[in-house]
């Protein structure tokens, strides 16, 4: 069984930036593809950015809304998946929440074994 943790988040002002950071506790962490989720309220969760296990080629996968400003990244050796964000917008505000799966399907929800219990971000304009 893996643990997650989510850290980082807070009130921001638009055009600023911050870092997510995810701690799992459980072992075999570098196996996992680790997905950032967020959801707003009444609206859907959906897959911000991803990366693959160690076996898989640490990929990475973006949602095209933060493409070009988002970058997800592991160190293994700690057990953290980190999501930077920049340039941020209000319609970032959400709950974010990270993921892990062991399998490489990470464009599924069905893909992820365990959860997070999120960090709220709130961006104002």
């Known amino acids: 069984q893996v643990q997650l943790e989510e850290s980082g988040g807070g009130l921001l002002q638009a055009g600023g930036s911050l870092r997510l950071s995810c701690a799992a506790s459980?072992?075999?962490?570098?196996?996992?593809?680790i997905g950032w989720f967020r959801q707003a309220p009444g609206k859907e969760r959906e897959l911000v950015a991803a990366?693959?296990?160690?076996?898989?080629?640490?990929?990475?996968y973006y949602t095209d809304s933060v493409k070009e400003r988002a970058t997800v990244s592991r160190d293994n050796a700690k057990n953290m998946v980190y999501l930077q964000m920049n340039s941020l917008k209000p319609e970032d505000t959400a709950v974010y929440y990270c993921?892990?799966?062991?399998?490489?399907?990470?464009?599924?929800?069905?893909?992820?074994?365990?959860w997070g219990q999120g960090t709220q971000v709130t961006v104002s304009s």
């Open positions: 993921a892990a799966g062991d399998t490489t399907i990470y464009w599924k929800f069905s893909g992820y074994r365990y």
């Open positions: 459980g072992p075999s962490f570098s196996i996992y593809t």
């Open positions: 990366i693959t296990g160690s076996g898989s080629g640490e990929r990475t």
